[in-house]
């Protein structure tokens, strides 16, 4: 990154308050939703009725700090417009970041900045939030690595910090990530029926989705080496997401049925992945071989990469 990047990203963290120093919806415009609803109480319980936090136009700095975490949104929003060169598939960052990243329990971007750099077990060394914006975009998006230093990944990384300020470094926010399930096994056929009655008039019989909603598998759909071809994260998505317009309407074995379902199917390969968990303790269900794991019920069949 040249000194003239570096200080715009740094004038953004000193511009706000406590920030760090080093990450399927379907709206996509800079006014979050009302109905942005957080699922909280217990790991598998779901309540309505509390909003996350919104960040509107008039939230953005003014000057060029304000412009460029607008064009990072714009970059989450419309990924593969934006970065064709870097993205595999047809989804975009807000597809897993529910509503443009602001809902609880739903992998919200709320705080991430302040999480980073921070060791995780996965890369087996600690990471940056660049490199964190990378691995989705190696896994999730079935891409490449965005350079770092670059305009893209300084607009990212912009507005990762603006919906981040006033998170204390090295803290958490409540409904961050996903809720951990308890360990159950799901029923692909049993997941293919709630699939049909349940997801399909959004997602497609065949799972490719009707746009905006999000293909599930197949070369238009997230990569084997993202964290939700696990059953258990697949799980929990579903339990606390979706459907879309009535969340928590499936109970933990109905999650985990649609889960075992939708992982179930052919999805593109991701480079690397038997390098994951390099220090061994990979999670029971990644479904791939890593050191010291054998891969928990792989998909059928593995497409090329994108790159």
């Known amino acids: 990154m040249s000194e003239v990047e570096s200080g715009r990203v740094l004038r953004i963290a000193i511009g706000m308050i406590a920030l760090a120093c080093g990450a399927c919806g379907v709206r996509a415009n800079d006014t979050a939703s009302a109905r942005d609803s957080t699922h909280a109480g217990g790991a598998t319980g779901v309540t309505r009725g509390t909003t996350a936090t919104l960040y509107d136009s008039a939230t953005y700095p003014a000057g060029p700090e304000g412009a460029s975490a607008r064009r990072g949104f714009a970059i989450l929003a ?66 490449r690595n965005i350079p770092l230093g670059s305009k893209d990944m300084n607009d990212i990384v912009a507005y990762l910090a603006l919906v981040s300020q006033g998170v204390a470094v090295g803290t958490h926010v409540k409904g961050e990530g996903l809720p951990k399930m308890p360990q159950m096994s799901g029923d692909t056929s049993r997941g293919a029926s709630i699939f049909t009655a349940r997801c399909a008039r959004c997602h497609g019989v065949d799972g490719q989705g009707i746009p905006p909603a999000t293909p599930l598998w197949g070369p238009r759909s997230y990569s084997i080496g993202a964290s939700l071809a696990r059953v258990e994260r697949a799980a929990s998505f ?26 179930s199917h052919a999805r593109r390969d991701s480079h690397g992945k038997e390098l994951d968990w390099p220090n061994g303790g990979a999670p029971r269900d990644v479904p791939y071989d890593t050191r010291g794991h054998k891969a928990f019920n792989p998909p059928g069949r593995l497409l090329p990469t994108a790159f």
């Open 238 to 263: 579903i339990r606390h997401n979706m459907p879309f317009d009535s969340a928590g309407v499936l109970n933990d074995q109905q999650a985990y049925d649609v889960a075992a379902f939708v992982v």
């Open 78 to 143: 419309a990924t593969r417009d934006s970065l064709p060169g870097y993205v595999g598939n047809s989804l975009r960052c807000f597809s897993c970041h529910i509503d443009n990243g602001r809902r609880p329990n739903g992998i919200p971007l709320t705080g991430v900045y302040a999480r980073y750099p921070n060791y995780t077990a996965r890369d087996g060394r600690t990471i940056t939030i660049q490199d964190r914006v990378n691995n989705c975009m190696r896994r999730s998006m079935a891409g």
